[in-house]
């Protein structure tokens, strides 16, 4: 990818200081839609409304889902504004473009005998010490993929149950952890990550053969191989909707529950109270007076 985008691409980096996962996505998002653009005959920056509409329903057309869509959109809306500010385009093609209905969408979530299951599953022997330990912190701390390929040993307090996180825009958040977690990590630390080090060093907590960090496509693979049997087909985001489901579930309040995932907007966290009725029937008999 050359040229605007490229540029676009590098603002991103240099100023906003987006990671590296993040500039990733936008990458993939806007290369298809200038493939896209570019098949129509036109050019990556002179595109209207109609042809991102166009593209949107090519997308629907091709089986991607509510969400998917509405984050191409907010890819285009940064882009768009981007080239206003550089004076690239004078008029904002996605200004007034709604994102598709619905787009906030139910996340599929365990039921917490299924958390159980999972948590107590045998898997690989030679790594189910690690493998344990996070999915563990996983669930207790509802960390993201990144985060917890990224994570330091010296990013965890045993002894004041808390870890730090370094999330999206390389922002800081404090998150707590619970007690199990940490015994699996413990476990982990002293049993198995000396023998996957053998005798080098590395900064990283979770860490694979020799030493090397873990690749966010191996968690996916350990996620998938530890799932098989449940009830829904999982990934490592559903251990972080399955933590915050069943927070809230429990009484949590949404504010906390905000700084614990690290979003910005609290709106994104306000998802999590639509998952399940039961959250407000026991608000309800709770707090009413004739409950």
């Known amino acids: 990818m050359t040229g605007i985008p490229e540029r ?19 990458k993939n998002d806007l ?5 896209y653009i570019e ?15 166009s593209y949107l329903n090519h997308m629907r057309d091709n089986g991607n889902q509510t969400p998917t869509i ?23 093609p996605v200004e007034n473009l709604s994102s598709p209905k619905g787009w906030k969408y139910l996340p599929k979530i365990l039921g917490i005998d299924e958390i159980n299951s999972l948590l107590k599953k045998p898997g690989h022997e ?37 870890i730090t996180v370094l999330g999206k825009g390389s922002k800081e958040r404090i998150v ?15 049993g198995l990550r000396p023998q996957l080090l053998n005798k080098r060093t590395s900064p990283g907590l979770f860490i694979a053969k ?7 496509q191996r968690l996916w693979q350990l996620i998938r191989q530890y799932s098989s049997g449940l009830s829904i087909k ?47 029937k026991k608000v309800h008999k709770e707090y009413h007076p004739r409950g």
């Open 39 to 53: 098949g129509s005959g036109k050019n990556i920056t002179r595109f209207t409304k109609n042809d991102i509409i």
């Open 234 to 280: 999982i990934s490592p985001h559903t251990l972080r909707h399955c933590f915050a489901s069943h927070l809230l579930n429990g009484g949590a309040d949404l504010r906390a529950l905000q700084k614990m995932l690290g979003h910005a907007d609290i709106s994104t966290t306000q998802i999590y109270t639509k998952v399940t009725p039961e959250r407000l």
């Open 126 to 162: 030679k790594y189910s010490l690690r493998d344990k330990a996070i999915l563990e912190l996983m669930y207790s701390s509802g960390l993201r993929a990144s985060e917890i390929i990224n994570l330091k040993s010296g990013d965890i307090n045993f002894e004041a149950g808390f």
């Open 8 to 26: 676009f691409l590098n603002y991103l980096t240099v100023e906003k200081g987006l990671s590296a996962n993040t500039i990733e996505s936008y």
């Open 31 to 35: 290369s298809k839609f200038q493939k």
């Open 176 to 190: 707590p952890i619970n007690e199990r977690a940490m015994r699996s990590i413990r476990e982990y630390i002293h």
């Open 70 to 92: 509405a984050r191409n959109i907010a890819t285009l809306r940064g882009f768009c504004k981007f080239m206003l500010t550089e004076k690239i385009i004078e008029e904002d």
């Open 210 to 216: 020799g030493g090397k960090t873990m690749t966010r």
